[in-house]
Nanobody, 124 residues
């Protein structure tokens, strides 16, 4: 079993920054991709960003391109999401997720493990 624990959420004014972290523990496989998803009140969960096992491939949803950066540190079994120029519409619960294997995907249903989520609130 794998556990994912997110941290770094909070309340920030529009234009501000936050850095989310997610640490994996337990029986992780030798290679896995990771992603960040978010869910705003009354909305469906949506893909935000993903990163390949090697870290050389990343992908973002259009609304965060140029503002968010995903990175990972395999030695620490961790993934990060640097969020800059935050907007009120970024307000949501952010979840990190782990997908076994090297094939990346932006579809939440393809991920094997999920964290409990961390709240990000951006005030106008």
């Amino acid at each position: 079993q794998v556990q994912l624990v997110e941290s770094g959420g909070g309340l920030v004014q529009a234009g501000g920054s936050l850095r989310l972290s997610c640490a994996a523990s337990g029986r992780t496989v030798s290679s896995y991709s990771m992603g960040w998803f978010r869910q705003a009140p009354g909305k469906e969960r949506e893909f935000v960003a993903l990163i390949s096992w090697s870290g050389t491939y990343t992908s973002y949803t259009d609304s965060v391109k140029g503002r968010f950066t995903i990175s990972r540190d395999n030695a620490k079994s961790s993934v990060y999401l640097q969020m800059n120029s935050l907007k009120p519409e970024d307000t949501a619960v952010y979840y990190c997720a782990l997908k076994n294997g090297v094939i990346v995907s932006g579809e939440g249903r393809r991920y094997d493990y999920w964290g409990q989520g961390t709240q990000v609130t951006v005030s106008s």
